[in-house]
């Protein structure tokens, strides 16, 4: 790799500096908001990736399909900031932060409005491109005292400092909850705390893989760094900074085109099982389901298909029923809705080379081809092989949305699941259409489930005008949250993954993906035994999404009734979260218009509390509620800290007064989901939802706690 070297200044304005640099490349630094500041390297060649369809700052508005320029700046309020030019270096100053830039080396340095340093570049050459690879990396400045979060759904402690991270989607299946990497989503946005307790965010605009090293990696020639490795893409961050994470988060979140706000049943508790979908009879079992848990009197809001409603044998077939599993689907859909129960399919983007509409698409020039040859790239999918839809091709997408409007919705189904969309094509000559421009798929790997999720979206809007729309997705970048739910995707049954899982839940949350979850119960390894299970439904009972799916390889199937024994508890939990649905419906408007997380760790609301940085298993929801889940087996009793900030906290079931700021030992009995709600919290809770399966159950009354 090779340094950037001198830059040499060309222009200084009051909207930003405009640089040049050695071999005809450029380098500037834009001003867009008080508090937001862009900074990117163009390449003498042009940018590799001279469109973005993470940036949309227009509210209301979306990014068109094709893109949007990489070098537009509409949207933004771009207020002047004062310039100060000196022998050598230029300083931009907003009223919330300032940036100071050396010609010799290149360098950048970030100061509050206070004039209290906040970060800057790596003093001993901080910037560098690799003619070779193709690759760009960015060094930072590490103090050991920094604390790092964000970077999607990464595994392990919230403070990712130490850690060398990947954002390269994978589909990854029984992965290691406390280590593993990477997993699902490529989102490449790290939110920073830094030693004087400000904080700052920097998110990289690419869509090519990159590495974060957070303080992994050593070198005796510089003092401690950081820094990202961007495969072969564009060097192009957005610095944003705040008072607390949540000022930092807001403005991440509007920068990429806000929260989409879900239809209030998809809050409900939601069932699906692979072994459901994938018995010989499956249609007769799940009409067995909706009879036993309405004999059950459990509240279920939905049922996802998972994909065995498309299978012969082991392989999937997107948009296609087995009727001898499924002889008559429209009459089973007709009779979830009538249980009060909405519906909802996985779909699949990958054709399997026997699909019966494999020469259909390949025709139309509709999959990821060979740049070469031309020719579809076929590679293993599930238990056979297969060819990607190529959603930068308008073909595709017509034809994905033709057969999502017969084959599912028009069957009663009422919102598409996108799955396995990670797009892992390992093949270099990998290329896709591009909207007439076209991108080589390590490129364009996450934007496909972007664009897949966005087909699915809209399809559903044109299907039903007059309803609101749902989707979910499993893989993406930043963007999916503009149209998504997702979650934690294929986790394990045991212990370790359910508290593991909790910080994934709340780093993704820190992210900016408000919408998520995890499959409650583990959806592979062994059947979950009682306690486990029971436990797992408490610790999730709670979250944006409760979704209860499994695959396991005896066929047993995560339902609320799995175990005798603890299924009236089971049914208490799910009824908690009906209970809490107006706060919770609450937190959902918030996310919406607010950009604020809906789950979060303490410090989120309590960032001045030294103690809440402490790794933990609570969070809160909202901004009233702490939640302390049972995560050790055996356990009917544990510590939990209070923070200081409210008068006091109270117990939500017993209303019982403990001290802010202090570690309480509590009484956590099998039956009993730790929950306390914070002095001075009023909060709406519904009635009458014990048996019922309605999702739309208006606050009924309020409980208020400052006694």
Known sequence: MKTFGRARVSRAHEHGVDLSLDGGAGFSIQVLESTLVRVRYQPATGYREPRTWA???????????????????????????????????????????????????????????????????????????????????????????????????????????????????LDSLGYDPKV?????????????????????????????????????????????????????????????VGDTPGDVIAQFVRLIGGTHLPPRWSLGFAQTAMGLTDASDAQKQLDGFITRIEAEGIACSSFHYGSGYSSRGKRRYVFTWNSDKFPDPKSLNARFHAAGMHVVANLKPCLLDDHPAYG?????????????????VVEQFWDGVGAHLDFTHPAAVAWWQKNLQAQVLDY?????????????????????????????????????????????????????????????????????????????????????????????????????????????????????????????????????????NSWKADGTVNVPWLHPAVTADVA???????????????????????????????????????QCFADSDDFMLGDALLVAPVVQAGATSRSVYLPQG?????????????????VHTVAAPLSTLPLFARFGATIAVAAGVAGSHRHDDPASGVRSFSG
């Open 55 to 169: 940036i949309a700052p227009q509210a209301g508005e979306d990014v068109a399909w094709s893109g949007r320029q990489r070098d537009d700046t509409g949207g933004f309020s771009r207020p002047g900031a004062q310039v100060i030019e000196q022998p050598g270096q230029v300083t931009l100053r907003t009223s919330a932060l300032s940036v100071t830039l050396k010609e010799d080396p290149l360098n950048l340095s970030w100061q509050d409005s206070e004039g209290r340093a906040l970060f800057s570049d790596r003093a001993t050459s901080s910037y560098f491109a690799s003619q070779r690879t193709g690759a760009v990396r960015h060094y930072l400045q590490r103090d050991r005292a920094e604390r790092y979060y964000g970077l999607g759904d990464k595994t392990g402690p919230l403070d990712l400092h130490g850690r060398r991270l990947r954002t390269l989607a």
């Open 180 to 240: 593993g990497d990477p997993l699902y989503k490529h989102w490449p946005f790290v939110l920073t705390r830094a030693p004087g307790g400000q904080w700052w965010g920097i998110y990289y605009d690419t869509l090519s893989a990159c590495t974060f090293d957070l303080g992994c990696e050593h070198d005796n020639y510089h003092d401690p760094f950081r820094y990202v490795e961007i495969d072969d893409g564009d060097l192009d961050y957005y610095v944003m």
């Open 360 to 376: 259909e698409v390949r025709a139309q020039g509709g999959f990821i081809h060979d740049a070469q040859s031309g020719q579809p």
């Open 412 to 548: 009663g189904i009422d919102t598409g699941w996108n799955d396995n969309n990670e797009y892992a094509i390992m093949d270099d000559g990998a290329m896709c259409h591009g909207f007439g421009e076209a991108i080589p798929m390590h490129r364009a790997r996450p934007l496909h489930p972007l664009l897949m999720t966005r087909a699915t979206f809209e399809a559903q809007a044109v299907h039903r005008p007059d309803a609101e729309v749902f989707t979910v997705t499993r893989g993406g970048s930043p963007g999916i949250q503009r149209y998504a739910q997702t979650w934690t995707g294929d986790n394990t049954t045991s212990w370790e993954t359910m508290r593991w899982n909790i910080r994934t839940g709340l780093q993704m949350s820190l992210s900016g993906m408000f919408n998520i979850g995890h499959d409650v119960g583990g959806f592979a390894g062994p059947t979950p035994e009682p306690e486990l299970f029971l436990r797992w439904v408490q610790a999730c009972c709670l979250n944006p999404r409760m979704v209860m």
């Open 572 to 610: 208490a939990a799910i009824r908690l979260r009906y209970t809490l649905m107006p706060y919770l419906w609450s937190l959902f408007e918030r996310a919406h218009s607010l950009q604020q997380p809906i789950i979060r760790p303490t410090f989120y609301d309590f960032p001045d509390d030294a």
């Open 646 to 662: 409210p008068e006091a906290w109270f117990d939500f079931h017993t209303g019982a007064r403990f001290e802010a700021g202090q």
